[in-house]
């Protein structure tokens, strides 16, 4: 089964402060997304990625949110000047197959970010 | 836009009784996933429906996707305390590409009472 490796598990930062969570799937994948989920809440979506652009992102993705994937391993989310209601797990998720039908989302662990 | 919603949000079932949790979008999807998400953890894709009025089981768990393709439920027949979690159904509008966006509802949290 794939992996999906995320990093760091929980991080805890102070307001305002930029933020970087990585993600790395073990196996080559083209369709990324991240998702986050406040705590107790639904799992939000953000942002989708393909073909090392940008295909879709949510309203709750805006100018402070950014992601790439430099090296062609590592997928990331910057977060510019985190807020306190950026508080919440992060998701990075994978698309296992693709084509005439839509395939699972494989998620990662999660990063927990906590913004004091 | 496209919105999905579960109920009930949160069920206390005795260990050995029915769990039945439905979903319902605003907008025809192209299909409808479900997820379990263990406290703690991260979501765990369960199954994947496509098809008008298709019914897929998994041992205790039995899947139904409506005939309009905008409700969905998951029923497990004779819970077990290994079945705690949140259950999501998950699904894409009727999709420009295979990787378009998965909306998610809003969970149904199960307790199972030994």
């Known amino acids: 089964e794939p992996e999906v490796t995320q990093t760091p598990s929980h991080q805890v930062t102070q307001m305002g402060q930029e933020v970087i969570l990585r993600c790395v799937p073990i196996?080559?994948?083209?369709?990324f997304y991240w998702y986050r989920q406040i705590l107790g809440q639904k799992v939000e979506f953000l942002v989708s990625f393909y073909n090392n652009e940008i295909s879709e992102k949510s309203e709750i993705f805006d100018d402070q949110f950014s992601v790439e994937r430099p090296d062609g391993s590592n997928f990331t989310l910057k977060i510019r000047s985190t807020k306190l209601e950026d508080s919440a797990m992060y998701f990075c998720?994978?698309?296992?197959?693709?084509?005439?039908?839509?395939?699972?989302?494989?998620f990662g662990e999660g990063s927990r970010l906590t913004v004091l | 836009g496209q919105q999905v919603m579960q109920i009930p949000q949160y069920q206390h079932v005795q260990e050995g009784e029915d769990f039945t949790t439905y979903c319902n979008s605003s907008t025809t999807l192209s299909n409808i996933q479900w997820y379990k998400q263990r406290p703690g953890g991260h979501p765990v894709f369960l199954i994947q429906?496509?098809?008008?009025?298709e019914v897929k089981k998994q041992k205790r768990l039995t899947f139904q996707f409506g005939e309009a393709k905008k409700n969905s439920s998951l029923h497990i027949t004779a819970t077990q305390t290994t079945d705690v979690g949140t259950y999501f159904c998950?699904?894409?509008?009727?999709?420009?590409?295979?990787?378009?966006?998965?909306?998610f509802g809003p969970g149904t949290s199960l307790s199972v009472i030994p």
């Open positions: 429906l496509v098809k008008s009025g």
């Open positions: 998720a994978v698309l296992l197959t693709a084509g005439e039908y839509t395939g699972e989302l494989f």
């Open positions: 998950a699904g894409q509008g009727m999709m420009k590409t295979s990787y378009d966006k998965v909306i």
């Open positions: 196996s080559n994948h083209l369709y």
